[in-house]
């Protein structure tokens, strides 16, 4: 399904299309092209003219400021190595996600090595009204002034998370969180992993520099 929604994405690329034209670019039923192309629209990728054409949205400007300048590595490749020491420091899962519109979506995702485990999957959009990562991507004073934001139980019973922002040019790009099963994390995990969770930020930021 992912792949489904990148090629729509791709078929905006030139500009603006009907929907007729846009199942026709990416070989897929109308309806199937009209589903997709909606979700996207949902979350700002993807917007419509005066026309009801669909054309790319005005969220991927934000998802390209946190990718960086063009000469910096990508805010995942920057991710990628900071979010898998993390979950061999913690031995929990890990996670980076950016805001886009009322919902943040998972870029980056590292699974803990436990049976019992968190799994959020790329691509995954969840609700900017709970949970830690929320909390750090609203960019509240508190938040920043703390460093990181935790969550117990908000999203999903049993599991508890703690986040701490991605900083660039002053502007909160993204949050890097940790999260498990209570049983491990227990129900304050700003106890065992607000630390590292910090430190793994500060790492993404500063792969981030050209």
């Not at 399904?1 to 846009?22: F, Q, Y």
């Not at 990562?133 to 938040?143: D, F, Q």
């Amino acid at each position: 399904m992912l792949d489904k929604a990148v090629a729509i994405l791709a078929a905006l690329e030139s500009g603006p299309r009907p929907l007729a034209e846009l199942a026709a670019a990416t070989a897929m039923p109308r309806s199937t092209a009209h589903r997709l192309a909606t979700a996207l629209e949902k979350h700002r990728l993807v917007g419509r003219d005066g026309a009801g054409r669909f054309g790319l949205g005005a969220g991927l400007a934000r998802l390209a400021r946190a990718a960086g300048p063009a000469e910096s590595p990508s805010l995942i490749e920057a991710a990628g190595p900071a979010l898998a020491a993390l979950r061999d420091r913690t031995g929990e899962s890990t996670q980076l996600y950016v805001r886009s519109g009322d919902a943040r979506v998972c870029l980056v995702s590292q699974q803990s090595p436990h049976s019992l485990r968190t799994i959020v999957s790329v691509g995954a959009s969840l609700p900017m009204d709970r949970g830690s990562a929320a909390k750090v991507l609203a960019g509240g004073s508190e938040v920043l002034r703390r460093g990181w934001a935790q969550s117990v139980e908000e999203r999903e019973k049993g599991v508890a998370s703690i986040s701490a922002p991605v900083i660039v040019a002053g502007e909160v790009v993204a949050a890097v969180s940790v999260s498990g099963p209570i049983q491990r994390t227990t129900r304050n995990p700003s106890g065992l992993y607000a630390a590292a969770v910090t430190a793994a930020a500060r790492a993404v930021e500063e792969s981030l520099l050209p």
